[in-house]
């Protein structure tokens, strides 16, 4: 007998009346119109059954400690680095973990079971690598939580940066980072993005850096990023974050560049909400959107996802878990209001973000995990429409969360009551 038995699902794939049939924790089959005996069984009325959210790219050491000690006044990056800076050594493990559990708390509510959070590994102390070690081992039998040591005072600029970062990745932190446009000169941005992708190759760990967050159409440490990953024969195994600097290039250097990323199977993970605040503020108008260039990088075969950064932190006050509204403001900055562009920045949030996270099981395919997310939404586009309410988020065929549907009462002159979730009707 099956443990679950969803039926009458629609896929991200458009396929409708799917069968999924869950043993174990797994998923045991997807077909169209199945019926056997399950110990529990999900009509789902043909609702949108998707894999869970992935967020590849965040900084829980500093989530919800918003207005701590102070608000960034400008809005700037550098201002966020610079009040992240004044907040550290106030930081204590207890209230940072509290922090990163409640933050989790919320992303399960929102169907969200994997993140990739960067660490920083700036401080001798490493007391947010612990701490952030404490929740990973927490949060573990209900979200993947995969950990980047982050150098965010830069792995050269700050004494004792490489060896704070391999402390960390002694202790158990999964992923190198790195900040190579934060570096003094452009000089030592590459040499770090060289030294970090050695010790990646020496120890067999995944890489993800910050590469080059900058309107600055000269930062180019994705070119070496690429380059390191194929003398290092590390492809598949590499993200550039952010890569906002590729806004503002020139376009016969970005016609280079892009083959160079395809070629090297560097993946891109992109920021769009933490992109289009940070980037930017030094224009006066017209101002640069900031973000990378998206569907370019999708056309030359790149693999990009879209990550949340930031929630309510020293460099952005808003956000909550949501990354339908990541997927919202991407295809908004990145005009990707095509239906297939609508929905590559669905598949941002899902597939795209699994595979930079080489998560594994993951997907809706005999054989992955049986997490997947109910959604109030008959298809991808209408998902990030309205930021769907997840009605029911499941986690190895375990219930995790669920969420009323979201329905308003409506009380118009000279109508019957009705009520509404703003669908519209086929
Ligand atoms: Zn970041």
């Known amino acids: 007998m099956l443990n679950l038995l969803v039926t009458n699902a629609t896929l991200p794939d458009g396929?409708?009346?799917?069968?999924?049939?869950?043993?174990?924790?797994?998923?045991?089959?997807?077909?169209?119109?199945?019926?056997?005996?399950?110990?529990?069984?999900?009509?789902?009325?043909?609702?949108?059954?998707?894999?869970?959210f992935v967020d590849p790219h965040f900084h829980m050491d500093a989530t919800l400690s918003y207005g701590l000690p102070r608000v960034n006044e400008s809005g700037t990056l550098l201002e966020g680095i610079a009040l992240w800076g004044e907040l550290k050594p106030l930081l204590t493990a207890e209230a940072l973990i509290e922090r990163a559990l409640a933050y989790c708390d919320w992303a399960v509510a929102k169907g969200l079971l994997a993140v990739r959070s960067h660490v920083d590994t700036s401080d001798p102390s490493l007391l947010a690598v612990d701490a952030l070690l404490e929740v990973k081992r927490q949060v573990a039998p209900y979200l993947d939580l995969q950990l980047v040591?982050?150098?965010?005072?830069?792995?050269?600029?700050?004494?004792?940066?490489?060896?704070?970062?391999?402390r960390a990745l002694d202790k158990g932190v999964d992923v190198v980072g790195g900040i190579p446009h934060f570096e003094r000169t452009m000089a030592d941005g590459a040499a770090s993005v060289k030294l970090?992708?050695?010790?990646?190759?020496?120890?067999?760990?995944?890489?993800?850096?910050?590469?080059?967050?900058?309107?600055?159409?000269?930062?180019?440490?994705?070119?070496?990023?690429?380059?390191?990953?194929?003398?290092?024969?590390?492809?598949?195994?590499?993200?550039?974050?952010?890569?906002?600097?590729?806004?503002?290039?020139?376009?016969?250097?970005?016609?280079?560049?892009?083959?160079?990323?395809?070629?090297?199977?560097?993946?891109?993970?992109?920021?769009?909400?933490?992109?289009?605040?940070?980037?930017?503020?030094?224009?006066?108008?017209?101002?640069r959107r900031g973000m990378t260039r998206v569907p370019e990088l999708m056309a030359a075969g790149v693999n990009v996802a879209f990550g949340h950064d930031c929630v309510m932190d020293p460099w952005y006050g808003m956000g909550s878990g949501d990354m339908l509204e990541?997927?919202?403001?991407?295809?908004?900055?990145?005009?990707?209001?095509?239906?297939a562009g609508i929905r590559q920045c669905f598949e941002a949030v899902t597939t795209n973000a699994a595979r930079v996270m080489h998560l594994e099981g993951y997907g809706l395919e005999a054989g992955c995990d049986a997490s997947f997310v109910l959604l109030q939404a008959r298809d991808p586009v209408e998902a990030i429409r309205l930021r769907a309410t997840r009605l029911k988020v499941f986690r190895k065929g375990r219930l995790l969360a669920e969420t009323p549907a979201a329905t308003a009462a409506l009380h118009l002159p000279d109508r019957a009551q009705a009520t509404s979730w703003m669908i519209q009707k086929p």
């Open 15 to 52: 396929r409708t009346g799917m069968s999924i049939a869950v043993e174990g924790g797994r998923i045991a089959e997807v077909t169209q119109g199945l019926v056997a005996p399950a110990h529990e069984t999900l009509d789902a009325q043909g609702l949108l059954v998707a894999p869970h």
């Open 326 to 339: 990541v997927a919202h403001m991407g295809l908004h900055v990145a005009q990707m209001t095509s239906q």
């Open 196 to 287: 970090l992708m050695e010790l990646a190759a020496e120890r067999s760990k995944l890489v993800d850096m910050h590469c080059d967050e900058s309107d600055d159409p000269l930062s180019r440490h994705i070119e070496t990023l690429a380059f390191e990953a194929q003398r290092l024969g590390m492809q598949g195994r590499v993200a550039g974050s952010h890569c906002t600097s590729m806004h503002s290039m020139d376009n016969y250097y970005v016609s280079k560049l892009l083959p160079l990323i395809a070629e090297s199977g560097v993946g891109v993970v992109s920021n769009p909400l933490i992109n289009i605040t940070l980037q930017g503020r030094h224009d006066t108008y017209p101002k």
């Open 149 to 166: 040591a982050f150098p965010q005072d830069g792995v050269l600029r700050s004494p004792g940066g490489v060896d704070n970062l391999k």
